[in-house]
């Protein structure tokens, strides 16, 4: 899945990339309307350079807050092979909102069944 661009967004919304490009950068030479369209549309499409001070402004940030956070649980010893699975697995979830953390863990501690100290309580989902 390929990154979301300010193409895609100002072809989907039918403006010109400038235009586009302004209203993410929150450019008083664009029109409130218009920049909140934009900005929202971005987000829906899954923009990743979206600016948290914008998204706040437009009073989007609370979709921020209901971002779901997928855990994949990994050893260190990592092969090229599951370093483009992860990558896929990323890209999905950023297809849909969600957030992706990664941890390492050790062959002991999976033994043990014993999870990250950093691992938050409002976590989504884990994968191992």
Same mark, same amino acid.
């Given at each position: 899945?390929?990154?979301?661009?300010?193409?895609?967004?100002?072809?989907?919304?039918?403006?010109?990339?400038?235009?586009?490009?302004?209203?993410?950068?929150? +450019? !008083?030479?664009?029109?409130?309307?218009?920049?909140? %369209?934009?900005?929202?549309?971005?987000? &829906?499409?899954?923009?990743?350079? $979206?600016?948290?001070?914008?998204?706040?402004?437009?009073?989007?940030?609370?979709?921020?807050?209901?971002?779901?956070?997928?855990?994949?649980?990994?050893?260190?010893?990592?092969?090229?092979?599951?370093?483009?699975?992860?990558?896929?697995? +990323? !890209?999905?979830?950023?297809?849909?909102?969600?957030? %992706?953390?990664?941890?390492?863990?050790? &062959?002991?501690?999976?033994?043990? $069944?014993?999870?990250?100290?950093?691992?938050?309580?409002?976590?989504?989902?884990?994968?191992?």
């Amino acid at each position: 899945m390929k990154k979301v661009t300010i193409q895609d967004v100002a072809r989907e919304l039918n403006l010109s990339r400038n235009t586009v490009a302004k209203a993410l950068n929150n +450019s !008083d030479t664009v029109a409130y309307e218009t920049r909140y %369209l934009v900005i929202e549309k971005a987000y &829906e499409m899954g923009y990743s350079k $979206l600016s948290p001070v914008v998204l706040n402004e437009f009073k989007l940030r609370n979709k921020i807050d209901e971002t779901k956070t997928i855990v994949v649980l990994t050893r260190r010893e990592i092969s090229v092979f599951w370093n483009s699975i992860i990558m896929g697995i +990323s !890209d999905e979830l950023n297809k849909y909102g969600c957030k %992706l953390q990664f941890n390492f863990i050790s &062959e002991q501690d999976e033994k043990n $069944l014993v999870l990250p100290l950093d691992l938050q309580a409002d976590v989504s989902g884990v994968l191992i």
